[in-house]
């Protein structure tokens, strides 16, 4: 009987932990490498943490989420449609759709949410409005009943667009909207899935939220472009508890990860590795300099073009791995100090 107390006590505070979600304090002690982020609790809509909320900034794919919604409140899972012509120039990701191919809506809203495929947002676009003009107005109208007041869309996949603009706050907004369709839910939790067209052809999804290979709490809508950089619009979820997510700005996609671990914690107590301070991306002009230094070193081959991509990268390793440097492909103060030395 004395050691069923013990266990009984334990058992009623874990019962009791529960119920009461992260505190705005206990939120508050985490550090977010995010530019943008907002923490929001599930039971009290509560903000819990709050950075640059209401900045306005590319959603990039998180755009998604909204389409799927607008999408799915106007058409069943389990119709079959016709895609329309026209999609065959979309940029990736994509799953290579053409004009005159049948899917159930189900399938296209998977490849939505799972692939982030422009071309089946696109698709369920015009086949909910007609146009994408149409669609766009779904959105928006859409965005102000979630209680979003300071975004606007005006295409459904959330490739770069003028007027096109969300905050981290609606972000976390939208994740707490599309918690109420179940289809949705179910599907960002799946990390691949296999889709057909009705003419038979196969189609492999993997999943972009590499979250969901950890403890599986955390569900969500991945994005990057260049301008947006790494977004987040998610739930994580445990014990009971719930916290909407809503990161926008993220300088790699490693930190996004970082982030939502250190957001987990909250409601796991489980603590995650520590996250390793990034150096922020150099601007254009910055990276002249650094591609210039890099060329009189060997290591960068061609004109310098001002983007900091892979060739960029692989040189800054190539330099670092030379002067004994820590090897990350960013420029931080050591490797400037370096390099510096050839300009």
Known sequence: M???????????????????????????????????????????????????PYAKRAPASTTKLLTVMVALDHLSLDKIVQIPSGLENIQPS???????ESFYVRDLVKAALIKSANDAAEALAILTAGSRSEFSKLMNQKVKSVGANNSHFVNPNGLPASGQYSTAYDLARFIMAASQYPFIVN??????????????RRILLNNCNKMLWRTGGVIGKTGWTRTARHCFAGRVQSNGKVIFVGLMGSQRRQYLWSDLGRIEFLSTGKMPKPIVSAPAMPNRKETLKIQKALQRTGYFKGNPTGFYGKRTKAAVRSFQKSKGL????????????????YL
């Not at 994509?94 to 005159?100: E, F, R």
């Not at 820590?326 to 931080?332: I, K, Q």
Request: proline fraction near 5%; glycine fraction near 10%; hydrophobic fraction near 40%.
């Open 2 to 52: 004395k050691k069923t107390i013990p266990n009984l006590l334990a058992l009623c505070l874990v019962l009791v932990a529960s119920l009461f979600p992260p505190s705005r304090a206990e939120a508050s002690s985490i550090t977010l490498s995010a530019p943008s982020a907002v923490l929001l609790d599930g039971r009290t809509q509560q903000i819990l943490y709050a950075k640059e």
């Open 187 to 200: 599907t960002l939790k799946i990390r691949s899935a296999v889709i057909y067209s009705r003419g038979g």
């Open 326 to 341: 820590s090897v990350t492909g960013l420029v931080g103060s050591d490797t400037w100090k370096k390099l510096k030395a």
């Open 94 to 100: 994509k799953i290579g759709l053409h004009g005159g």
